[in-house]
Each structure stands twice: as C-alpha cells, then as structure tokens.
C-alpha cells in the first residue's frame, strides 16, 4: 500500500498538472526565454539555395523556411562547401534543395506553418 | 466471517478526484490541440449547381476565403470550419497524396481548392515525377505542352489549383523558376504554360505580383523595399488583359516606382490591390502566406494583421498556421470586424462569389 505520505506528494503533483492544464485550455501561457529568442530572425541565419551545382545565399530567411517546410524532409547534413550549415532540406530528386544553418533552422521552427 | 468495510480516507479521496480531473482535462487538451472542439458548421444546400450566398453564415463565407494546410491530421477542423482550400506540401507517395485529397474532399459541401507549387525549378512530386524547369523552356510549343503535361498529373492527383507560373524577371536566386529571355518572352512562354495547364481544368496562378522576388536580398533586412519598373508589371498586364489567367498572388514587398505600395506591404496595401480589381474585376487575388516577419512587423498584433489582410481585398487568403485553433480565431476576428464595419460585408460577398463561381457554381444573392 501506498503510504499517506507519498499519496500527499502525489497529490500535490496532481495539483499542478490539474492547473497547467487549465492554464493551456485557456491559452494561458507562462512566458519564456527560449520563444523570446526566436521571435526575431538571429543575426547569423544562413539560407543556402542549392541548384545543381549553384548555391546562392538567399536573404528572405522567413520565405526560406516556408520553402524548406515544404520539401519532403529535413536532416542533418554537411554542406560541400565551407559554411557552417548544418540542415538540408529537399525533396528526393528535386532540383532545388535549402541548406540552413542551426539559428536559421532553429528559427524556422518556431514559424507556425512548421 | 464479517469483512470489515474499508473506510477512504481524505488524502485518497483527493487522490482520486484529481486523478479523475487530470484524465478529463488531458482529454479536453488533446482534443481541443487537434481542432476537435472547433464547432461544424451547418450543411448547405445546394440546388442545381447553384448557391444562395445568403445562405452560407459569416463564418462560412470566411473560410471560404481561406487556404490552410493539407496536413491529414487537421482533417476534422478544416471540413468542421469548411474551409476554402488546402495547400499540399511533398508527400512520401501518390497513394498518401491522393487518399489525402481524397479523404478531404468527402463530403465537403462546396469542393475545396488543393493547390501545390509546382513551378519553375519546385517539385514537390519529384520523388516520383520529373519535370523540365523552367528555365529549359524557351519556345511556345514546349511551354504549352510543360503545363499540359504537369496539369494531367496534377489532376490526376486531385490537384485543383497550381501556383504557377513564376514571371517574375530576374532570376538571381534559383535561375530556373522564370521562363528565360525578357518580360515579352517570359509572358508569352507564361500564357502557353497557363493554357496547357488549364487545358487540364487546373487553374493557373501568377506570381509574385508586382514581382522583384527572386532576387537576393539582405538577410537581416526583412521589411523588403524594391523599385518596380514597367518591365517587372509587364507579364502581369499582358497576362490579365488576355484574359486566361484567374488568379494572381501578391507578395510582401513594400514597393514604389511603377506600382506604389503607398508604405506597407503589397498584401495589405488598398490602393495596390484596388488597382488590380478596377483594371481586371473578374481577377481573384490570393495572398502571399500571411506569417512572414516583413507583414507581421507592420502590425501590433496578430488580430490586426487579420484584419489588414481582408481588409485591403484579398480574395483567398494563405494561412499555413498549423494551430487551427488559431486559424478558427481569425475567423472570428474576422466575423468581428465586418459586425463592427471595419470591414464591409459587400467586399466578403464579392470575394465569396467570385470563390464559388471559379469553384463552377452558379452563385445568387
């Protein structure tokens, strides 16, 4: 049997869950750091279009991601080139691919349509 | 023998309630993150092809204007909000891609759109269908049979609606989603792509009005200025004059020169887009996906850039927020905006009508 003890302990656990829930049914958020971050592009966000053998750094980092969210998948990779980039998103066969460094894929992340 | 009957004591009993609690309320969450909670709208009749716009609710005509993602997993929410259209994005294989569509086309009232980017150098069915670039194109016949070509497939996957082709100039960035040569030829090889596709009964977009998109631009720049010329609205002009395509999408760009975007960005400029509704009215104007910094950093809040996006005279409107809570209360927003006159209900009716009638309805007030 569970003693009184560890069932006041539970309980209490039980508590929070109960009030988180209802703060999230209510869309009540608790604020944090790590949204606060993202809510702007990072200062060193890479988008690399790559086309055959072309790559062109492209500036539009929000169009960027909707583009990238919209190939098959997105895995780690390292580029053919020197740049730290660390994704690749693409669409087997797909002439177009996106290279993306971590902040700008961290970034992508938190965008909606993701 | 007597059994003694157990007696709960406090500690238990509020073990037990909030156990109970807790298990009703992951429920409700789960349900309500799914959308599931989002009430049905009520089913529409429709006789002979034709719809009475009067009877479609607010709610309704709002989310006719509406094109969300084709994500499977928000199928409740969308066909419960009765949405305008879905977007598809690449997909493992043309059975999920088509028993999708399938599944959310059944039982819809009015069909949805389900658009796709297939253009230029983009293909989101490359996994198991090729097709030549754009930039391999170069002469009428070719153009013609590329859009007759991907709008057989396209239809054949239940694909309704393609944002394509491309005319903006000046391919900087991929150098294959334009046709090549200048705005003339670009705009020829565009109308043969757009009949060879609608020749299909898949409707053709233009974009990105007024254009200048595929250039490179300064990454830590997002609210985007660019000088349009008469050359960049060229392919623009001659394909609406000609009368073949039916919709155009507009982008985020803040312009000047040729087309004034008058400081805000194109979407939710008025006079931008009024402009293209008193040259081409039968024109239906899709905007660019809402959630771009350069548009949200115009606005305070989310709720204002709702309302800006309808209000300037978007017809469909782009909305890839995977949340559908979310896309339920820009409905509402919406809804609340035309009650209060922010926005007209005249101007929902005429983007709703022109929806249906692209939709093949015979729509009556």
Redesign the interface.
Known sequence: MVS?RV??I??VS??L??IL??L??F?IGIPSLGKAIFT??P?N???I?N?GD?F????????CC??S????SCSRADPPFDLEVSYICS??????RYWLNNNAFNYCQQ???? | MKYKKKRW?N??R??VV??I??LI??V??VA?SFGWLIPEQPTLRIIDNTIDLDSLSLDQKIAQMLIV?GDRRLIVPWKNMQVGGIHI????TEHIINNTIIDFQYGMPIPLFVSA?LEG????F??FK?FT?NAEVDRIGTAFEKGFFEGAYLKQLGINLNFAPVVDLDD?????RSFPGDEKKISELAESYILGLQAQEVTGNIKHYPGK?LV???????V?YENISEKDIYPYHYLLERGDVKTIMVSHIITNGAVDSKGVPSVVSPTLIKEIKDKFPSTIIISD?I????LKDFYTSLDEMYVGVFKAGNDIILN????P??VYRMIQVIKDAVIRGVIQEEQIDDSVERILQLKGFNVVR
């Open positions: 009184d069932l006041a539970i309980n039980l508590a869950i109960v829930l209802f999230n049914l869309h702007e592009i200062s966000a890479v988008c279009v086309v072309e062109t750094q492209w500036g539009d980092i929000d169009e909707l583009e969210r919209k190939q098959l669409t087997e066969n797909s002439p177009a965008q909606p349509y993701w | 004591t500690t238990e509020v073990f909030l156990l609690l807790t309320l992951i409700i969450n309500q993602i994005y690449a997909l493992p980017d150098c983009f293909n989101p490359a996994k090729n670039t900087q960035i991929w150098k294959c998109t490179a631009k300064d990454p830590h720049k997002f985007v996906e959630h771009m910094l350069g890839f927020d995977r949340d809570n979310e």
